[in-house]
């Protein structure tokens, strides 16, 4: 099965690379940016092929190395190849 | 609105990111691990309430600068906010 995680920092930590997204974008003539944000897209393609193991594996794959969840959140989504 | 862009490498551009995360994974115990491969993940907020023009607006900022579009894919969803 193949996971599509997105890592995002939480609000209240300092993000200085969407910062410097947002003012690179309006040095560029773009108006109107409120917010930019920058986190990490990782795609895992894994051999299990059962949903629930598959969840559970991808889970503590997150919670071990792929986010800092003192400052990160993740989330996922898991689809069959 | 609010744009979610995922940023990921084309096929057949290497990733030692993503090999380097592949790795770490398998000596932290995981095993049947196919494949990784690591893109950026950019939220980004407009103004712009019109989704044709806010379409266009992060479609413009994609190929300008989020992106290299000579070895990057893009994508993206928006959402009313």
Known sequence: MK???K???KNGVLDPQGK????TL???GFDGINDVRQGKYIEVSIA??????AD?????MCE?????????NYSYE???I
């Open 20 to 23: 410097a997204i947002s003012h």
């Open 7 to 9: 890592i995002t920092l």
């Open 78 to 80: 898991l689809e069959e």
């Open 48 to 53: 299990e092929t059962d949903p629930e193991k």
């Open 56 to 60: 559970a594996e991808i889970k503590k």
């Open 26 to 28: 309006e040095s560029l």
């Open 3 to 5: 996971a599509r995680i």
């Open 64 to 72: 071990d190395l792929l986010a800092n969840t003192v400052i990160e």
